[in-house]
């Protein structure tokens, strides 16, 4: 069975620009959440989708944004890209919204580094 | 928003001994969950505490979900080098929506 997917795993940005990234769930689970991770901030919720719809979102600016597809596919943008946004962007998926513990996984993540 | 305070941030102990780390909050989670985490990888789950109270076993590893719901704290037992990595905590809430991440703590393994 094949884990969570999340493509590219590395991108290299200049400010200003967008960027957009992809993660494919587990098959089955319609629920997808993004992650960032920085050695500042450590780990922050960025927003989860279900059934293609934005159920929550975090505390972050609306150059963030995201969006699900009929396959539960999801993708995040940013755009006019800062310097802070470099980051590891982590997609978690699971079944269900809120059916962590066993139940969720994460991907390994795309590394964005913006220059 | 909410924090977790995990400690401690860095540890470095030598191989076969036990380890422990802990997690503080000053909000109620419903779910607390710790992962461990390598470079270049996504976190992985370790162990889930769904009550209060709850201890709960996987291997070497030992997890107790606080009975104020506001902590919870992980102990790995004989450490060995591949415990290497960076461990956090995470809380859930009652509504099931998010997760809540501790700063991590840094484990080094000495063989």
């Known amino acids: 069975k094949a884990g969570v997917t999340q493509t590219p795993r590395y991108l290299i940005k200049t400010r200003g620009q967008q960027v957009t990234l992809s993660c494919s769930p587990i098959?089955?689970?319609?629920?997808v959440s993004w992650y960032q991770q920085t050695p500042g901030q450590g780990l922050q919720f960025l927003f989860e989708?279900?059934?293609?719809?934005?159920?929550n979102k975090g505390n972050f600016p609306g150059r963030f944004s995201g969006r699900q597809f009929s396959n539960s596919r999801s993708e995040m943008n940013v755009s006019t890209l800062e310097l802070g946004d470099s980051a590891l962007y982590l997609c978690?998926?699971?079944?269900?919204?809120?059916?962590?513990?066993?139940?969720?996984?994460f991907g390994q993540g795309t590394r964005l580094t913006v220059v | 928003g909410q924090q977790l305070n995990q400690s401690p941030q860095s540890m470095f102990i030598q191989e076969g001994e036990d380890v422990s780390m802990n997690c503080t909050s000053s909000?109620?989670?419903?779910?607390w969950l710790w992962y461990k985490q390598d470079p270049g990888e996504g976190p992985v789950l370790l162990i889930a505490?769904?009550?209060?109270?709850e201890l709960t076993s996987n291997g070497r590893l030992t997890a107790q979900f606080g009975i104020t719901r506001k902590d919870s704290f992980l102990n790995i037992s004989a450490s060995i080098p591949s415990d290497v990595g960076i461990y956090f905590c995470a809380g859930l809430d009652y509504a099931g929506n998010m997760l809540t991440f501790g700063g991590g703590t840094r484990l080094m393994v000495k063989p």
């Open positions: 098959s089955g689970h319609r629920s």
């Open positions: 978690a998926s699971s079944r269900e919204p809120g059916t962590w513990g066993t139940e969720a996984f």
């Open positions: 505490l769904y009550k209060a109270g």
């Open positions: 909000s109620i989670f419903n779910t």
């Open positions: 989708y279900f059934s293609e719809t934005q159920r």
